[in-house]
């Protein structure tokens, strides 16, 4: 049986890798569209960019010549087929995780959307990290095709150790099951949107005017560096710096504001026991 958490989180850039001001404006753009008219993209799984997605399970291929590449590490073209015609959407249970916040969200320019995961909490599995991949045997040609809707879902659900600190879950869909590549959510599914510290005032005047038409809250990230904590605060909220610790400061705003603490939404679920409850059922499951 899996467990799945209640809140799930997604990172977003606001911000390209080489400065590009037109690349930039459609990238706010597209997120602004997606929130308001409550879209989630869901990525096409024959162009992720990890070369390893998909080699997870290996499904043996017994077709003639695949044994060869196979022997000398390589996974063959027709053992990568049966990946195609799905949509991907990633999530993960980390929302103040400086490696993605770096990554994801291109140093603290982008956002981290916060989502209620009931909309898609019976398509949502956990990624399992694996330092080797997970040979099965056994398959001719066009069982492949018959049966990818089970093949595709477990090999695109194991990864590499390396990404563990992700701890991401993902929704495998087939492409007929979605709106041109999107899936469609109901107002209060996207509860919030955090956005990084180092994204452009205007840019977060267009994310609050998008989040106002699905009522969802806005806050922004609050690096304390002498704790190594990410905080993460209602947009608005400055701290007085007069002695009163943060959290007091936080509570008095919020009451003040008719705001929310984003910890107390979110559960603080990461470290709570129920959390150890539900990895230690999911590794049972796989088992």
Request: charge should be negative; include cysteine; proline fraction near 6%.
């Amino acid at each position: 049986m899996q467990y799945v958490p209640r809140n799930l989180y997604r990172y977003r850039p606001l911000k390209s890798t080489a400065p590009d001001k037109e690349v930039e404006e459609n990238l706010l753009n597209r997120l602004c569209s997606e929130i308001a008219e409550r879209r989630l993209f869901a990525s096409d799984t024959s162009k992720l960019n990890d070369p390893f997605e998909g080699a997870g399970v290996v499904p043996y291929v017994a077709s003639m010549g695949s044994s060869i590449p196979m022997n000398l590490g390589f996974l063959p073209p027709s053992g990568r087929d049966y990946t195609h015609g799905f949509r991907l959407i990633s999530m993960t249970e980390r929302y103040d995780s400086p490696q993605m916040w770096a990554h994801y969200a291109t140093g603290y320019c982008g956002v981290c959307l916060c989502f209620d995961t009931s909309f898609l909490e019976r398509r949502l599995d956990a990624v399992r990290y694996s330092d080797t991949p997970i040979m099965e045997g056994g398959y001719r040609a066009d069982d492949m095709y018959l049966r990818r809707g089970e093949i595709a879902p477990a090999a695109l659900l194991v990864k590499q150790g390396a990404w563990a600190y992700e701890q991401e879950w993902r929704a495998i869909i087939p492409e007929e099951e979605t709106e041109q590549g999107f899936v469609r959510y109901e107002v209060g599914d996207l509860w919030a949107v955090i956005v990084g510290h180092n994204t452009p005032n205007d840019a977060k005047a267009a994310i609050r005017k998008a989040c106002e038409k699905v009522g969802a809250h806005l806050y922004v990230t609050a690096p304390q560096e002498l704790r190594y904590r990410l905080g993460v605060w209602p947009e608005g909220f400055h701290p007085s710096f007069d002695g009163r610790a943060i959290e007091q400061e936080l509570d008095e705003y919020c009451e003040r504001n008719g705001a929310e603490l984003f910890e107390r939404r979110a559960g603080e679920w990461r470290n709570s026991m129920e959390q150890a409850k539900i990895r230690v059922l999911n590794q049972m499951s796989t088992e």
